[in-house]
């Protein structure tokens, strides 16, 4: 069974930077993209980033773009998320999803790491 863990959230002042990880462990898996996805109170679930394991392409929400940066390690099976110019409006809990095929969805995902930005 592949499992998601994500680390690195906490409490930050707006204009600060936090660093969330997300370390996949368990049975040799098929990996294709990495996202990271985050759910404020009273609203859905939204996109954040994403990233290919071979080849790095990364995408972003037009909300973080200039702000956020997905990274991999992929010896660590590890995938990162640094968040700068953090703002009141990022705070949510940050998800990060395995995608292990390009024709299937999100289907592994973590626990969820809690980020809160205070004005």
């Known amino acids: 069974q592949v499992q998601l863990v994500e680390s690195g959230g906490g409490l930050v002042q707006a204009g600060g930077s936090l660093r969330l990880s997300c370390a996949a462990s368990?049975?040799?898996?098929?990996?294709?993209?990495m996202g990271w996805f985050r759910q404020a109170p009273g609203k859905e679930r939204e996109f954040v980033a994403a990233i290919t394991w071979t080849l790095g392409n990364t995408d972003y929400a037009d909300t973080v773009k200039g702000r956020f940066t997905i990274s991999r390690d992929n010896a660590k099976n590890t995938v990162y998320l640094q968040m700068n110019s953090l703002k009141p409006e990022d705070t949510a809990i940050y998800y990060c999803?395995?995608?292990?095929?390009?024709?299937?969805?999100?289907?592994?995902w973590g626990q969820g790491t809690q980020v809160t930005v205070s004005s």
């Open positions: 368990g049975r040799t898996f098929s990996r294709y993209r």
């Open positions: 999803a395995l995608q292990q095929r390009t024709s299937v969805p999100y289907d592994i």
